[in-house]
C-alpha cells in the first residue's frame, strides 16, 4: 500500500526555472493539497481540490499552479522559482472533506531549494 | 481566518516521563477537528491522535492523550512514560470549514 507518493525528494532550482512536483495516491481519496514548511511556520496551504477537475487557493497560491485531471494526481507546478520558494513540500490526501474520519495522510516530502 | 499557536518553540522531557505540549485556536466556528502530528527526523507526518469538537470526552491512544477545552480553545498533548523514539516535532492543527491550518510546531526531545 503505497499512499501518498511524491517525488522528486530533492530538488536544486535556479531562479526562474520551471518545474513541477508530483503527488499521487492510490486510496482513491478525493481531497488533495499542497503545503509548504518553514522554519517557525509550520505548514501552510498552497493549493487543493476536492476532487477530479476542480481546484481552489489555499493561504499562499502566489507563484504555483495545480490541476487534477485525475483522482489520484495532483502535480504543483512552479513557473519561475524564486528563493522564497525554498521550502519543504508536502502533498496530503484524505477521503473526503478533512474530519475526524477522513484525516489527512501525508506524502514524505519534497525539499526545495531555489538558488 | 483561524489560527493556531503552540506557544512551546522547544521542549524537553527525561525518558520515562510525562510532557504536556500547548496548543490554542482562533476561531468563531462551533463544529471542528482537531488533530496533533509528529514529524520525527524522517520528515514523515504521523497522525497521532484526533478530536472532535461536539466530543467532550478527551481523545487517547495508548501513551498519547489530549486535554480539550472547548471554552477555552484548548487543545493540549500530554505524553506519558516519554521514549526516545518520541523525540520529534509536533505539530497541533485545526481543521474548520475545508479550511485546514497548523500551529508553527514544538520540538520535543526526550533525553536518556
Known amino acids: 500500500n503505497a499512499g501518498v507518493t511524491q517525488t522528486p525528494k530533492f530538488q536544486v532550482l535556479k531562479t526562474g526555472q520551471s518545474m513541477t512536483l508530483q503527488c499521487a495516491q492510490d486510496?482513491?481519496?478525493?481531497?488533495m493539497s499542497w503545503y509548504r514548511q518553514d522554519p517557525g511556520m509550520g505548514l501552510r496551504l498552497i493549493h487543493y481540490?476536492?476532487?477530479?477537475?476542480?481546484?481552489d487557493q489555499g493561504e499562499v497560491p502566489n507563484g504555483y499552479n495545480v490541476s487534477r485531471s485525475t483522482t489520484e494526481d495532483f502535480p504543483l507546478r512552479l513557473l519561475s522559482a524564486a528563493p522564497s520558494q525554498t521550502s519543504v513540500y508536502f502533498c496530503a490526501s484524505s477521503e473526503g472533506q478533512i474530519s475526524y474520519n477522513s484525516p489527512l495522510h501525508f506524502g514524505n516530502g519534497t525539499r526545495l531549494t531555489v538558488t | 481566518a483561524q489560527t493556531v499557536t503552540q506557544s512551546q518553540p522547544e521542549m524537553s522531557v527525561q525518558e520515562a516521563e510525562t510532557v504536556t505540549l500547548s496548543c490554542t485556536y482562533d476561531t468563531s466556528e462551533n463544529n471542528y477537528y482537531l488533530f496533533w502530528y509528529k514529524q520525527p527526523p524522517s520528515r514523515q507526518m504521523i497522525l497521532v491522535i484526533r478530536q472532535e469538537a461536539y466530543k467532550q470526552q478527551n481523545a487517547t491512544e495508548n501513551r498519547f492523550s489530549v486535554n480539550f477545552q472547548k471554552a477555552a480553545k484548548s487543545f493540549s498533548l500530554k505524553i506519558s512514560d516519554s521514549q526516545l523514539g518520541d523525540t520529534a516535532m509536533y505539530f497541533c492543527a485545526f481543521m474548520g470549514n475545508n479550511d485546514m491550518r497548523f500551529g508553527a510546531g514544538t520540538r520535543l526531545t526526550v533525553k536518556p
Open positions: 486510496m482513491n481519496h478525493e481531497y
Open positions: 481540490s476536492v476532487g477530479a477537475g476542480i481546484t
